[in-house]
């Protein structure tokens, strides 16, 4: 079985500091890692995902994830945030044995001009 | 190109009736998935298509179905529908192969269904 959590409902920071949403997750096997972002009333967006190779992750807009294997995380980062980064945001895995993403229960981040 | 397009964008239907959302994938994508959304229980996975064959299926009632056609258009269908039901349905389509490997999943804007 294969799950993620996200331990933070909420992520509030000011604009142009660093942005930070915590995933962990488990598989059984190797995992495929992705992060999501959800404007109200929309699908998904993808920002980026790990596959293997480099541990750290860049991807859409600005944002970058680093993967830990031995802590079994998968954090979403950016160095400067933005009011329009606001949003709910999406950690999801799939087991490379797998045809399905679980996803976590999603963060709302809010940044405050 | 284009991406997923899922219709129609909102619908509102009685309790008891049926419902058929229909998803159509990026173009040579032959994977087809479905989640619903619901505040209550997030983003859960409904069933996945390759090649008009379901490969994965979710935890969900046998009111939930789902088909896909020789172009990779899907269908997924709710019979009987529920006040519960009520839930954004998302479709994604991917690259995925027969043999696996990791490809991006993009998904559509949704179909918001209202069960009243």
């Known amino acids: 079985a294969q799950s993620v959590a996200q331990p933070e409902d909420q992520v509030n920071v000011a604009e142009g500091n660093p942005l930070t949403v915590k995933c962990t997750y488990s598989?059984?096997?190797?995992?495929?890692l992705f992060w999501y972002v959800q404007y109200p009333n929309r699908g998904l967006q993808f920002l980026l995902k790990?596959?293997?190779?480099?541990?750290l992750v860049k991807g859409s807009y600005g944002f970058e994830a680093e993967f830990n294997k031995s802590q079994t995380s998968f954090h979403l980062k950016k160095p400067s945030a933005l009011v329009s980064d606001s949003a709910l945001y999406f950690c999801?895995?799939?087991?490379?044995?797998?045809?399905?993403?679980?996803f976590g229960a999603g963060t709302t981040v809010t940044v405050r001009a | 190109k284009a991406g997923v397009t899922q219709t129609p964008r909102y619908l509102i239907k009685t309790r008891g009736q049926q419902v058929t959302l229909s998803c159509s994938p990026i173009?040579?994508?032959?994977?087809v998935s479905w989640y619903q959304q619901t505040p209550g229980q997030g983003l859960q996975f409904l069933f996945e298509?390759?090649?008009?064959?379901?490969?994965n299926k979710g935890n969900f009632p046998g009111r939930f179905s789902g088909r896909q056609f020789s172009n990779s258009r899907s269908e997924m269908n709710v019979s009987t529908l529920e006040l519960g039901d009520s839930a954004l349905y998302l479709c994604?389509?991917?690259?995925?192969?027969?043999?696996?490997?990791?490809?991006?999943?993009?998904f559509g804007s949704g179909t918001r269904l209202t069960v009243v």
């Open positions: 994604a389509s991917s690259l995925q192969q027969v043999g696996g490997g990791n490809y991006g999943y993009t």
């Open positions: 598989v059984s096997g190797n995992p495929y």
């Open positions: 790990y596959i293997t190779g480099d541990n």
């Open positions: 999801a895995v799939r087991d490379n044995n797998d045809y399905k993403l679980s």
């Open positions: 173009s040579g994508h032959r994977s």
């Open positions: 298509y390759f090649s008009e064959t379901q490969r």
